[in-house]
């Protein structure tokens, strides 16, 4: 069966990458919005085992809360990887990648791929799961830049590059 990739999605955040994959790496900790979370089940050093809840929109209008248990790698300084164990995925494969840009700024990029297991899994796939989470990653992305944005404007420590941020 063809694996089924899903995106890249990208975006462009006007806050230095070091800030941006600091953000990204520390997992449970704040709290989302409309029930989303995660909590930090198990670590080893840079390995963890996670539960996320996430709040997915399907055809139709469907909303709901759903919950997938990932196993999640850190890859300092700027990749994160996460391989779903559990979950209407399960064995999906993802990475987000923080990349500084030329002049200031930071470029993050989701991809995913995702290994169908049958003709109807291959067909759930594609039509509904890539779609959904596509979707996911866009809005991610949208809530991340607007908090690393917020937070290089603030910043002591990342001060320097804070200058990259419009005015609020």
């Not at 997915?56 to 164990?85: F, S």
Request: proline residues 8%; contains cysteine.
């Amino acid at each position: 069966m063809k694996v089924v990739t899903i995106g890249p999605v990208s975006t462009t955040i006007a806050a230095p990458a070091p800030l941006v994959y600091q953000m990204l790496s520390t997992i449970g900790q704040g709290t989302g919005h409309d029930g989303e979370r995660a909590e930090v089940l198990e670590r080893d050093g840079d390995q963890l085992v996670c539960d996320f809840w996430t709040r997915v929109t399907l055809p139709g209008g469907i909303d709901r809360l759903v919950r997938t248990r990932e196993r999640v790698a850190l890859r300092p300084p700027n990749r994160v990887e996460y391989e779903h164990l559990d979950g209407p995925v399960r064995g999906l494969r993802e990475s987000i990648t923080v990349t500084s840009k030329p002049g200031g700024g930071t470029h993050l990029t989701y991809v995913g791929s995702y290994e169908p297991r049958g003709m109807l899994d291959h067909l759930r796939a594609r039509l509904l799961a890539r779609p959904a989470i596509g979707r996911v990653m866009q809005q991610h992305f949208d809530d991340v830049r607007t908090r690393a944005e917020a937070r290089a404007a603030r910043s002591r420590v990342f001060r320097e590059d804070a200058s990259l941020s419009p005015p609020p």
